[in-house]
């Protein structure tokens, strides 16, 4: 495990760090990102800020994320995100924005409601999972900026600044939603993927391209633009690929290893049609 103060390795089991004397046990700031390390994820999947204490547990296809609380501190998610809490957490759901700012999230595929878990009267747990099998990364962000695929957004510190952005008109046409999430601010950032996460860091000047359906989540200062996958509208289609991204470093890049979208796609021929009739199951009960 990583000191959250200065970052330095611990010893497994410790609470005390022999570099800067930080104690886990103590309320400690969230932590800066290591020397060259952009997205600061702990390796172990633990960690600790102000008022919170988490850990990343079934890891990475059937992620749950353990939020514990110290008293009268809160964390906000996703409708729906909540698996399991303490009895003492108390829970509140409301349109975060008014009602402008749920008509935005409704519109990026979000739900139009945040739920607030607060720890009442004593340290309480809570826990969080994504609705599909995946990964879950839990972010220590230090004053920065993230886009989060809107899908990919799970929960974060109350204190984080989250908004809806405009992701660009071509990416209607892959069928990727409108808009992405823009996070800002210090403290815990939980992201979630459909099946495993994938780390790609890029250096100044290199450019990189990925499936808009595979993305969840980069750094703000990293440049990105939308196009085809391929010259001409007939070819982009025939690929399978339609809509990119296409980023230039520096920067880092979070990426899901599956595509919710194109599964949805290959099992749909499966299932029966509204009809009854197609390619689907068709049962008779008899009459």
């Known amino acids: 495990m990583n000191c959250p103060q200065c970052g330095a390795q611990m010893k497994p089991g410790s609470s005390f760090c022999g570099i800067c004397g930080n104690r886990l046990d103590a309320a400690a700031p969230a932590a800066a990102p290591l020397a060259g390390e952009r997205i600061h994820i702990d390796e172990d999947s633990r960690g600790q800020g102000r008022g919170y204490g988490y850990e990343v547990l079934h890891q990475p296809a059937f992620s749950l994320a353990v939020v514990r609380l110290e008293p009268e501190q809160s964390i906000q998610a996703e409708s729906g995100a909540m698996v399991s809490m303490s009895a003492n957490i108390e829970l509140q759901s409301q ?39 995946g990964d879950i990364a839990a972010i220590e962000m ?18 984080l600044v989250v908004d809806t952005k405009w992701g660009g008109a071509k990416s209607f046409f892959g069928g990727e939603g409108l808009f992405v999430l823009q996070v800002q ?10 099946g495993a996460i994938h780390r790609k860091r890029l ?39 339609g809509i990119v991204a296409e980023f230039s470093g520096p920067g880092e890049l979070l990426i899901q290893t599956r595509n919710l979208a194109a599964l949805a796609g290959l099992l749909k021929p499966f299932f029966p049609t509204q009809g009854g009739s197609g390619s689907g199951f068709n049962i008779n009960l008899g009459s």
């Open 185 to 194: 601010g210090q403290g815990l950032l939980l992201v979630s993927s459909f």
């Open 203 to 241: 250096q100044p000047g290199e450019r990189y391209v990925v499936d808009t359906g595979h993305l969840v989540a980069w750094e703000g200062t990293t440049q990105y633009s939308l196009r085809k996958a391929a010259s001409g509208f007939f070819r982009s289609m025939v690929s399978g690929e």
């Open 142 to 159: 230090n004053n920065q900026t993230f886009f989060v695929q809107s899908s990919s957004y799970l929960a974060g510190d109350a204190s």
């Open 95 to 133: 349109m975060k924005g008014g009602l402008f700012g749920a008509i935005k999230r409704a519109a990026g595929g979000e739900s139009a409601f945040v739920s607030t878990f607060t720890a009442r009267g004593g340290p309480g747990e809570v826990t969080l999972a994504p609705g599909a099998p």
